[in-house]
């Protein structure tokens, strides 16, 4: 080995056939390349000799890794070499050259892979822990055990809640392939993510987050996508006000102490508890009046586009909008109902709608 680069010697069970498909096809290298708990969600693939391809690695913690180049040298089943760039904001690194050599042993295949033009020893010494894993990865698949193509992220929760849908809607949102784990607060499967047994949890791999809010802002800085998050400091502040007033304020009197007393009734020989609703009610137009301003002649609470803000309102007003009294509270704000009416149309919306009681 000489300096600033690195040589990996190793025996697949596998003929080089299959091992020079593994590097040149483009559902082959999705289901092993990268390290260790890494997927490959998008991945673009020209194997000839001068051909570019492209490889998008998400980690199990959901950050994203771009690596490019162009095929050098294809000779089947015997040699492949390509060049390695990564590319961070679409702005080129220093390019390395990878070459791979495949020999038959009977049956078996001794793959030799040089990878040379590092920078530094550090660089060479991370990209050699990273092959050690890929190609790990690689003996999985050779042996029928492929990993996912898509980044294997689960929401642990109760689809009717509405902070468990505010969490969906912004995977939906981000482009985020995920799985719905559907749970009761305080059941096993959730506290075992969360001791105190409150929903949503977040999985990805071995991370694990609980507070939806911890959640959410993970899930917007981690991952591709459009931002949920304002560009400006000032509406950033904006948005952040807003999660925590209707954290604070909007949930309690719109579903505990008012679509909830419809729902589990505790009030006089089990009927809805008038007092308490009506209380809640007076609160709720206060509350929706104090929105309605906020909107404006606006489609989102804050500036031009939509927010995490706009998000966490959307799963309380759709449960108002509902039901025969909210639907009436609801009807004097305007705003509001346009706004809601502008998230509804959105895929995030339509594709996480609850359940019935």
Not at 9 to 34: M, V
Not at 109 to 116: C, F, I, P, S
Not at 140 to 152: D, I, K, T
Not at 243 to 264: A, E, G, H, K, V
């Amino acid at each position: 080995m000489t300096t600033h680069s690195l040589t990996l010697n190793c025996i697949f069970d596998a003929p080089t056939e299959k091992l020079y498909s593994a590097f040149t096809s483009k559902h082959a290298i999705q289901s092993w390349f990268g390290p260790e708990g890494f997927t490959i969600p998008h991945a673009e693939v020209e194997a000839w000799p001068g051909g570019n391809y492209r490889y998008e690695m998400h980690s199990p913690t959901g950050s994203v890794h771009i690596v490019v180049g162009k095929f050098r040298e294809l000779v089947p089943y015997e040699k492949i070499s390509f060049t390695w760039c990564w590319l961070t904001n679409d702005v080129r690194g220093q390019e390395s050259l990878v070459t791979v050599h495949l020999s038959d042993r009977a049956g078996r295949t001794a793959l030799t892979l040089g990878h040379t033009g590092f920078a530094s020893d550090e660089e060479r010494n991370s990209h050699q822990g990273g092959w050690t894993s890929t190609f790990e990865s690689l003996s999985q698949m050779l042996a029928g055990h492929p990993q996912p193509v898509e980044s294997r992220i689960t929401v642990v929760g109760n689809p009717l809640s509405t902070y468990v849908r505010w969490v969906r809607m912004a995977l939906i949102e981000k482009g985020i392939s995920y799985a719905l784990d559907p749970q009761e607060p305080h059941s096993k499967a959730v506290k075992a993510l969360n001791p105190l047994g409150k929903i949503p949890a977040f999985r990805a791999g071995d991370f694990v987050l609980v507070e939806s809010s911890a959640i959410l802002r993970y899930i917007d800085e981690a991952f591709p996508g459009p931002n949920l998050m304002p560009d400006t400091a000032a509406e950033r502040a904006k948005v952040e006000q807003w999660i925590s007033s209707i954290n604070c304020y909007c949930y309690d009197p719109m579903i505990r102490r008012f679509l909830l007393q419809f729902i589990f009734p505790q009030g006089p020989e089990g009927t809805p508890d008038r007092e308490v609703i009506d209380v809640a009610i007076d609160e709720m137009k206060k509350l929706l009046a104090m929105i309605d301003s906020a909107y404006g002649a606006r489609d989102f609470l804050v500036g031009d586009q939509l927010s995490l803000a706009d998000l966490e309102l959307a799963p309380l007003i759709a449960y108002l909008a509902g039901h025969p009294e909210g639907k009436d509270v609801l009807a004097p704000f305007a705003n509001v109902m346009r706004g809601h009416a502008t998230i509804s149309r959105r895929a995030s919306f339509a594709q996480t709608i609850p359940p019935a009681f």
